[in-house]
């Protein structure tokens, strides 16, 4: 088995902005022009998250609105009694969303719907630079 490991910086406003990095993985997978592979995604932190959606604007305020009642963000959590970050929502939203997602290639395609994105949401309070891996197993 052969790894190649590319990455990528997203700058986000963070405040659980979705940003579609789509477009960004499929550069850092074309450009070896492999026929079949495991392409995991991935990005480090712990108050960020990496999933899918289908990226129109309904979407884009359902998603936080649905977080919004799972964690919100006027809620007291125990987190920041330890930190006083402020942020404790961001890591309790980062938890349940997860960090990485995995999409197969596939005779030389991502095996993407037509409706499906690649996002990531900055849950955390303030503007971020956060680092996506994506590695690629052939
Ligand atoms: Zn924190």
């Known amino acids: 088995m052969t790894v190649i490991n ?3 910086i997203v ?4 405040n659980t902005e979705i940003k579609d990095i789509t477009r960004q993985v499929q550069n850092a997978v074309y450009k070896h022009n ?3 592979a495991v392409v995991h995604v991935y990005v480090a932190g712990s108050t960020v998250s990496i999933t899918n959606i289908e990226y129109e604007p309904g979407l884009l305020k359902d998603f936080p609105e649905a ?3 799972i964690a ?3 809620k007291e ?3 920041d009694e330890t930190w006083h970050d402020g942020n404790g929502y961001a890591h309790v939203r980062a938890s349940i969303v997860g960090n990485n997602t995995t999409v197969p290639l596939i005779d ?3 095996q993407l719907g037509q409706w499906q994105q690649i996002v990531l949401v900055d849950f955390d309070n ?3 630079t956060r680092t996506v891996y994506v590695q690629i197993l052939y």
């Open 6 to 8: 590319e990455k990528f």
């Open 11 to 14: 700058h986000t406003k963070g």
């Open 34 to 36: 492999l026929q079949n």
């Open 67 to 69: 977080l919004d009642k």
């Open 72 to 74: 919100p963000v006027e």
């Open 77 to 79: 959590y125990h987190h």
């Open 108 to 110: 030389g395609a991502l």
């Open 126 to 128: 303030k503007a971020r």
